[in-house]
């Protein structure tokens, strides 16, 4: 494993790998500031007038995405343009992790800033961008994850340490949530997820040290330690869909805890023996 990025992100989230560019982006949700990364030319750090909490590709041009103040539509100069509020009643309420379906529909969770209420639902956009609320209840929302065929989703509530599987039909209605998977403290918190080629889940652990990926029957098949306290999000990438790359977060590390960790808050590359799957860009 390699930090293929040392930003230092106080919390960095959202890796998503762009096909079309060959290029990764994530986040800094407590910034402003957008990262992009490629083997040929490193990192660019990208200023924000908004802070993003999520961004996709979108099928038009630009991309697509979600931050402190619903959805938003950001163009090829990376200028955001609000598209609507979901939640905008709820001040204390934000967007956080968000990923498009195996149909192109865009899919994003939100929660309560202070990480105490359990005021976060989960939305789907269509490809007019409307929005529909397809579960609630959550005090940390990450993921989701969409199964190799689109008919399953995963989706997690981490303050509570639980990652949900819904089944999905081919309009994108979610069958009531069942628990897939349980964690304990010592395991640490389950945060941002993937799926590989296998149909394999991967998951990041923030406190845990690792990424795990766990069978479609909730089995754990590998554990990839990882430098620092907190890996907040995995994604496939590169040009063969080979490595996954860690997102990680500095956010609340003690003076001595960093001193530990100089990496902390970088993004993470590993090639963990198995390929990903290419993402689709958002349809709306």
């Not at 007038?49 to 996709?56: A, D, G, P």
């Not at 309560?112 to 959550?138: C, N």
């Not at 005090?139 to 303050?159: I, K, L, Q, W």
């Not at 889940?201 to 040290?209: E, S």
Request: proline share 5%; aromatic share 12%.
């Amino acid at each position: 494993m390699r930090c293929a990025a040392n930003v230092g992100a106080i919390l960095g989230e959202g890796p998503c790998w762009v096909v079309r560019e060959q290029s990764l982006f994530w986040t800094d949700i407590n910034q402003p500031c957008l990262f992009r990364w490629n083997e040929a030319e490193g990192v660019t750090r990208l200023p924000m007038t908004e802070r993003i909490c999520s961004i996709v590709p979108r099928a038009s041009g630009g991309y697509f995405g979600a931050g402190y103040n619903g959805l938003l539509a950001i163009d090829a100069k990376f200028v955001a343009t609000p598209v609507g509020n979901p939640e905008a009643d709820l001040t204390d309420n934000r967007f956080n992790d968000g990923k498009v379906d195996r149909a192109g529909r865009f899919w994003a969770g939100t929660m309560d800033s202070k990480e105490v209420h359990p005021s976060g639902t989960l939305y789907r956009v269509d490809f007019d961008l409307s929005w529909k609320a397809i579960d609630t209840g959550y005090r940390v929302t990450n993921g989701p994850a969409f199964s190799v065929d689109g008919r399953t989703m995963y989706h997690t509530d981490s303050a509570m340490q639980k990652v949900y599987r819904f089944a999905i039909d081919a309009e994108g209605n979610a069958a009531e949530r069942e628990t897939f998977l349980q964690f304990s403290h010592h395991d640490g918190y389950p945060d941002g997820m993937t799926i590989d080629a296998e149909d394999c889940l991967w998951i990041a652990f923030w406190d845990g040290w690792c990424i795990r990926r766990f069978s479609p029957d909730g089995k754990l098949l590998a554990e990839i330690p990882v430098p620092v306290a907190r890996p907040t999000s995995v994604a496939f990438g590169g040009a063969q869909l080979d490595q996954i790359f860690i997102s990680t977060a500095s956010r609340d590390l003690t003076e001595a805890e960093l001193a530990g960790q100089a990496n902390a808050g970088g993004l993470f590359t590993v090639r963990p023996g198995v390929r990903g799957v290419a993402e689709l860009p958002f349809a709306g």
